[in-house]
């Protein structure tokens, strides 16, 4: 069996992530192979716990003529719609999993209970943490971020749309320059869109890296774990 650097770690996926080439709702078939690596991940004995987004159902600027925490809630339900689908898609893998969520919903969800969520990823079981932080004005970076550090991962797998972290946005500006390394510092100061600078702040202030790859090759992921380089590596 490889070696693995990191043995529990939180993947965070951005909503766009699990809806494909169609840009809104969910493919089944990208959602399908990210659950597949999620899956190997789990074979290799690494803990995974998971925070989505909501921007394939709802994203704030969808609202910008409400009021602020009514258009956050809304984003917070697409969550856990996305959480569900991550849920059902595991465990028609074989993959035990427990969607647990920050406001609470007893029907079809565990309220987010660290002890608990902890004692599940020692079982091997996947854990999905959705509805954000349970808070109007934080995103779901900042989620994970937290998440993150009350559970004691070692590092954030941040799965984007592009293959790590860039000097501009590498799909309007070909000129942008893609970094190997850099610190959270370095993202704050340059105002580069990696996570919220909340988000970013709390890992620099937990020492939780980050590694930023294109989830358009889900086997990033299980690289990753393994230490290999890929993506952008955010450190001290």
């Known amino acids: 069996m490889p070696s693995l650097k990191y043995k529990r770690v939180l993947l965070k996926l951005s909503g766009e992530a699990l ?7 969910i493919n089944v078939e990208t959602l399908g192979k990210i659950c597949d690596k999620v899956k190997e991940l789990i074979e290799l004995g690494v803990q995974v ?3 989505v987004g909501g921007g394939n159902f709802w994203r704030g600027k969808y609202g910008h003529q409400m009021e602020r925490t009514t258009s956050d809630y809304m984003g917070m339900l697409a969550t856990c719609m996305n959480g569900l689908a991550l849920q059902d898609a595991l465990e028609t893998r074989g993959i035990y999993t427990r969607l647990q969520t920050a406001i609470e919903m007893r029907e079809i969800a565990e309220p987010y209970i660290k002890r608990k969520a902890i004692k599940h990823l020692e079982k091997g079981r996947v854990v999905i943490f959705s509805c954000g932080t349970g808070n109007p ?3 779901t970076d900042t989620a994970a971020s937290l998440r993150a550090a009350e559970i004691d991962a070692e590092v954030i797998l941040v799965g984007k749309t592009i293959d ?9 500006n ?3 320059v893609k970094y190997d390394k850099i610190t959270y510092l370095d993202i704050l ?5 990696v996570m919220d600078s909340t988000a970013t702040s709390l890992c620099r202030d937990n020492h939780i890296p980050l590694i930023v790859f294109g989830i358009d090759e889900p086997s990033n992921m299980v690289k990753a774990v393994q230490g290999e380089n890929i993506g952008t590596f955010v450190g001290e």
């Open 19 to 25: 809806a494909g080439e169609t840009k809104h709702g």
């Open 49 to 51: 716990a998971i925070v």
């Open 137 to 139: 004005y934080f995103t």
């Open 164 to 172: 790590g972290v860039y000097s501009d946005d590498p799909k309007t």
């Open 174 to 176: 070909p000129n942008a």
């Open 189 to 193: 100061n340059k105002d580069l869109k």
